[in-house]
């Protein structure tokens, strides 16, 4: 019997450096039934003609070349275009392990699930890595509770360590032009929708964090999409599950918390002062037995230094967090 065709989506924007490692390491999947649709969107580099020899070489690689319009639009595009019965994500600089679709499919055949998920290991530029794994099986026949872990950070929030039915995947789309977040937000609504989910707590994908992209980063207007997407959970919540509310509140405070440690992180504490001085005084009015309960110990300390003022939030973010 032959294995359904997978999907798998990239889209691609200026990551010459790395793209052909990581097409290399789809072409040598050990799942082989698969198609590979990689979105050139509007790369000013040689990333385009990488994915062009990749597809001269490997009919499995379909190449569309379009203007730059962001990393939502190239995946909906290749949503649009993808043949699979279920489909999948990689990022155009990651590395994903060669038995990761193998493992995935494996996944949702014995368990007869809508979504498969496994986990990242994340490569940091000081050349530390973390990629904790236990091996457990979990299946989840109420899309309730793997929502909850969703909106407290409980579980890995990638769209490319899932594998997800085409049916469902082609129902949602991601909001475009956002740029952050998005991910998550897909993954909030396809999750809503899932009946069967299953997740194997081991790392199969490989996130790498590359010392030139985040060194040149600086806070601007797309951080926004951060709370954005937090507000927009919190109302689907409340108004279609309401027994979900204190998740929605506590993922608003994690969300909300990020976005003030990388303004301080990467020079934006000038910058939005109404829409910091909104969600300044959600963080100060929130319940205090949510955050005890749902937030983790770190991010509740996180939260109470937050209360005590400005200064002493800046002095924790820059010498006990990372971005």
Request: hydrophobic share 35%; charged share 30%.
């Amino acid at each position: 019997m032959n294995k359904p065709l997978i999907s798998v989506i990239v889209p691609v924007y200026n990551t010459d450096k790395y793209l052909e490692k990581t097409l290399d390491a789809l072409k040598n999947q050990t799942y082989k039934n698969l198609e590979f649709v990689i979105v050139d969107d509007g790369s000013t580099d040689s990333s385009a003609k990488i994915c062009d020899k990749f597809a001269e070489s490997d009919s499995r690689f379909k190449v569309i070349h379009q203007e730059n319009k962001g990393v939502c639009a190239a995946r909906n595009k290749a949503i649009s275009e993808a043949q699979g019965e279920y489909i999948g994500f990689c990022d155009s600089d990651d590395l994903p392990e060669p038995d990761l679709y193998e493992t995935l499919y494996s996944l949702i055949e014995e368990n007869q699930c809508d979504i498969s998920m496994v986990k990242a290991a994340f490569h940091f530029s000081d050349g530390k890595v973390s990629a904790e794994q236990t091996g457990k099986l979990t299946v989840f026949n109420d899309n309730t509770e793997v929502l909850k872990l969703l909106l407290t950070l409980k579980t890995d929030l990638g769209i490319y360590t899932k594998l997800i039915s085409s049916e469902l995947c082609r129902s949602i789309r991601f909001e475009e032009p956002r740029k952050l977040n998005e991910d998550k937000y897909y993954l909030f609504e396809v999750f809503l929708k899932a009946k069967k989910i299953c997740f194997k707590d081991i790392c199969k994908y490989n996130y790498i964090r590359h010392e030139e992209s985040s060194s040149k980063t600086q806070f601007s207007e797309k951080y926004l999409d951060l709370p954005y997407f937090a507000d927009k959970m919190e109302k689907t919540v409340h108004e279609f599950y309401p027994q979900l509310n204190d998740y929605a509140v506590a993922n608003k405070v994690i969300t909300y918390l990020r976005f003030f440690q990388l303004s301080v992180l990467l020079g934006g504490e000038q910058m939005f002062p109404e829409e910091k001085k909104e969600m300044r005084s959600y963080l100060k009015a929130v319940d205090s037995e949510i955050c005890k309960k749902l937030l983790t110990k770190k991010m509740h300390l996180k939260w109470k230094i937050f209360k005590l003022g400005k200064t002493p939030y800046k002095l924790f973010v820059k010498f006990f967090t990372h971005m």
